[in-house]
């Protein structure tokens, strides 16, 4: 089995704050950021761990999806209960929470904003990104 390298973060909680403006405190800010990083990873195809320099625009993808992440972690925690529910069949409404597809939508609507340029998407081979 192949060994998996690990890398440094992509951003860091000052560059959150500081920069992004981020509101989230830090224990939210790294418990969402590993998720971010690995979501921003796959629709960048692994191509972030190659650069030397890690620009803004992708500081800023992760800073967004980890908002994004955050924000699904509050609603799930505030709605985790039950609705409503019927006595005469197996009917069960839970309450609104953020789901996974749709924080996964946000991410990606976001992160791509800031990515949209940089080359990163791009699903084929990148002269740019892909050399070996």
């Known amino acids: 089995m192949p060994v998996i390298e690990s890398h440094a973060s992509y951003v860091d909680f000052n560059y959150y704050q500081q920069t992004f403006h981020g509101?989230?405190?830090?224990i939210e800010f790294e418990r969402a950021r590993i998720e971010a990083e690995a979501f921003v990873?796959?629709?960048?195809?692994?191509?972030?761990?190659?650069?030397?320099?890690i620009p803004d625009a992708v500081k800023n993808a992760v800073c967004a999806a980890t908002d994004?992440?955050?924000?699904?972690?509050?609603?799930?925690?505030?709605?985790?209960?039950?609705?409503?529910?019927?006595n005469d069949g197996a009917s069960v409404t839970y309450d609104d929470a953020i789901s996974d597809d749709?924080?996964?939508?946000?991410?990606?609507?976001?992160?791509?904003?800031?990515?949209?340029?940089?080359?990163?998407?791009?699903?084929?081979f990148s002269k740019g990104y892909d050399r070996r």
């Open 23 to 26: 509101t989230m405190s830090e």
């Open 41 to 53: 990873d796959s629709i960048t195809f692994g191509r972030i761990a190659r650069l030397d320099v």
């Open 68 to 86: 994004e992440i955050n924000r699904r972690n509050q609603s799930q925690q505030q709605h985790s209960g039950i609705k409503s529910e019927s």
């Open 102 to 124: 749709q924080c996964r939508a946000n991410m990606s609507a976001k992160a791509r904003m800031y990515l949209a340029n940089t080359g990163l998407l791009y699903r084929g």
